[in-house]
């Protein structure tokens, strides 16, 4: 039998394709490519799925963690589905975070990750499972914790409500209305502004000339066999910028966008500066799996490579 844990319901079926057997899973203490290219040569996560015990679905929030469906950031999280066998996860039915809010002055427990790093997954999915009124969908992304967090993420010589942090997606299944059942998005957002009730600015889409576009990754790939989705991240120096790329089974998509050093008496709004989506150099990275409750994400790994020296948090 397999083993499972489960916070509402057990998910019982699997990908019929029959299309993820032994041949698709690549096991290795290697950085590959991109990670190596950029100086990401030491492991600083590492996820193989053998068991369920990394993962935190009764909402404690307590230590010691790989993944929490984490209700402080997602009440909806108490919906989440997990199955653990053969060494791959099956989620269903919401996020699972790699870390979360505890106690009472508010502690972050878990992993983040600053300075850079490059973060790859082996997932697969059923695009047939997809509906479009799906409130969620296969995704593997991140997200601020200072934002998380609801400290450090203030925009410096404005009102403390006034708010500025990164999202970063690395991949998700939410462009195939318009560019079809093979592509996915690969994006990143400039989040800025006073939330309104419904969300924040976003210096992509704000008017504010951006150089941004929702990409779009064109693949001929089966999504129902194990793909890599990899996202490289490389912070911006004095001399250099910084980049983020992403990357589809270890080669780069058309998904880059590069930025230069943040500074520090930037006035709002990003979108034409330079500097639009260099907050993520000062931030945190929670990395996040998620999807509906009818379109099953199955994930065989999840790695993120960093500099061999950890970059100071």
């Known amino acids: 039998m397999p083993r499972a844990i489960t916070a509402a319901t057990v998910v019982a079926s699997v990908l019929a394709s029959g299309a993820m057997g032994p041949a698709d899973r690549v096991r290795t203490a290697r950085a590959p490519r ?3 290219e950029a100086g990401y040569t030491r492991q600083a996560f590492d996820e193989e799925f053998n068991d369920a015990t990394h993962i935190d679905v009764a909402g404690d929030a307590l ?22 066998s053969n060494g791959r996860l099956m989620l269903s039915g919401g996020p699972l975070y790699s870390g979360c809010q505890a ?4 502690e972050f427990v878990g992993h983040e990750f600053s300075g850079g790093a490059y973060f790859e997954a082996a997932i697969a999915f059923d695009p047939a499972t997809v509906k479009a009124d799906d409130r969620q969908w296969p995704s593997w992304w991140s997200m601020s914790r200072e934002h998380f967090m609801n ?4 925009w ?6 006034f708010k500025h942090f990164i999202e970063y997606d690395f991949f998700e299944y939410d462009v195939w209305r318009f560019a079809g059942s093979h592509a996915y998005g690969a994006a990143i957002h400039d989040w800025f502004g006073r939330w309104n009730g419904t969300r924040f600015q976003e210096a992509n889409n704000a008017g504010v000339g951006s150089k941004y576009e929702n990409f779009v990754v064109s693949t001929a790939a089966d999504f129902r066999k194990v793909h890599r989705f990899g996202a490289l ?22 998904a880059r966008v590069d930025w230069t050093n943040l500074e520090s008496d930037a006035i709002p709004p ?4 330079p500097w639009t989506f260099g907050v993520m150099d000062r931030h945190h990275l929670v990395i996040i799996l998620s999807t509906s409750t009818n379109a099953p994400l199955i994930v065989d790994w999840v790695r993120v490579w960093q500099t061999p020296t950890k970059s100071p948090a």
Do not use: L
């Open 34 to 36: 991109p990670a190596a």
């Open 63 to 84: 230590p010691g963690f790989n993944w929490y469906a984490c209700r402080k950031w997602s009440p909806g999280s108490s919906n989440v589905s997990v199955q653990v």
């Open 103 to 106: 106690g009472n002055p508010a």
């Open 151 to 154: 400290a450090g993420d203030e």
């Open 156 to 161: 410096t010589r404005q009102a403390p409500d």
């Open 233 to 254: 991240w490389v912070p911006a120096t004095d001399t250099r910028s910084g980049y983020a790329q992403a990357y589809f089974d270890d080669k780069p998509t058309s």
């Open 270 to 273: 990003p979108g034409a500066a």
